[in-house]
């Protein structure tokens, strides 16, 4: 029986225009159909739970989109935004956005800024990295800049101190452009099996020479040379209203990206919570009197990473001890209760 043979286009894939009945030397492998392949979290933009603007933005937090932090390092100040913006046609809705709003066209030798999503051992070892079976990966993503050049993208392992830098090049002013980076295997270095930090997942926006003055580390995993990390990168701070834009963004393991993973917003939702959830609406009322004080108990959505810190952001009590299912809280009078909190486990 005839099969239909597809291939990946660069947004997606297409069938051969005529049939075969061996598929041998196709790479089906490429298809890579299986779910939860996306590594990255939140890669479509689309939660936003501490809101979807910050400005003023001069040192590193995570602002707007969940699971993506910006980091600041003396390199101008920013406005950081999820945008109604996204390429056409692509399904996706949402991108965000950071916009120089104070220049610094003469970085100091220490200065940077990037965004960045940071990803636990435990979820990492499909990749087998550290054994002879170790697998490359493949990010992809849709990039949007008034400001054309040389970016770097970088891949660095917190557990075992290696890295790999990519450069990638934005060709055209305000047009979204699709990108695929393939990472090669490293056998040196097992990530942890743990809910700590190994990988970074690093876009370069702007560096000062302590990270610029060498040579780009781009071929092989390694221990890394300062100077070596963002060779060739383009300065967005350099003007104000310079901006940058992403959406799309997937992390897999092969050579070969697939297309993007769209996940419904519950699970998306839910992947989010584990490190960050903020409490809206409903109020937490006391559960028990004893001895003068009211004690009331907080159910957390989903288990999260480590126990959280736990911020009352409206309503009255005293937050108790924390765990990664629940924590309680105090208070003096019958009518205590948590109306807003948040609670907080990120990497």
């Not at 390092?73 to 709003?101: H, I, Y």
């Not at 990966?137 to 990039?143: G, I, M, P, Q």
């Not at 003007?239 to 050579?255: F, K, P």
Request: aromatic share 12%; charged share 15%; with cysteine.
């Amino acid at each position: 029986m005839a099969k239909q043979a597809y291939v990946y286009s660069g947004t997606d894939w297409v069938p051969l225009a005529s049939e075969v009945t061996n598929l041998s030397g196709y790479q089906t492998k490429a298809l890579n159909q299986f779910p939860y392949r996306n590594l990255i979290i939140n890669g479509a933009m689309q939660v936003a739970q501490r809101g979807t603007s910050a400005s003023s933005l001069t040192t590193t937090g995570y602002r707007t989109a969940d699971r993506w932090q910006f980091q600041i390092t003396t390199q101008g100040t920013w406005t950081m935004s999820v945008e109604n913006d996204a390429p056409t046609g692509s399904g996706f809705r949402k991108s965000t956005k950071v916009l120089c709003t104070t220049a610094d066209a003469s970085p100091a030798a220490g200065d940077v800024v990037l965004l960045s999503q940071t990803i636990e051992g435990q979820n990492l070892q499909r990749i087998k990295k550290g054994t002879a079976a170790a697998e490359q990966l493949t990010v992809s993503f849709w990039v949007k800049s008034n400001v054309t050049g040389t970016y770097i993208f970088e891949i660095y392992d917190a557990d075992n101190t290696r890295a790999i830098s990519k450069s990638y090049t934005i060709s055209a002013s305000g047009v979204w452009e699709y990108k695929t980076i393939t990472i090669p295997a490293d056998t040196t270095g097992a990530f942890d099996n743990d809910n700590d930090a190994s990988v970074f997942i690093q876009w370069f926006l702007g560096a000062g020479s302590n990270l610029t003055s060498g040579t780009l580390n781009s071929s092989s995993w390694t221990s890394p040379t300062t100077a070596n990390r963002v060779v060739g990168q383009t300065n967005l701070a350099s003007a104000t209203n310079n901006y940058w834009q992403i959406t799309g963004v997937q992390l897999e393991v092969g050579d070969t990206a697939t297309p993007f993973e769209f996940k419904n917003v519950t699970q998306e939702l839910q992947e989010c919570y584990r490190y960050y959830y903020k409490h809206l609406g409903v109020n937490i009322h006391a559960g028990s009197y004893s001895s003068g004080v009211w004690i009331g108990n907080a159910q957390n959505i989903v288990p999260m990473r480590v126990a959280p810190t736990v911020t009352i952001t409206s309503g009255n009590g005293t937050v108790g001890l924390a765990g990664i299912h629940s924590w309680y809280f105090t208070g003096a009078a019958a009518s205590s209760f948590v109306g807003e909190y948040t609670a907080n486990s990120e990497l």
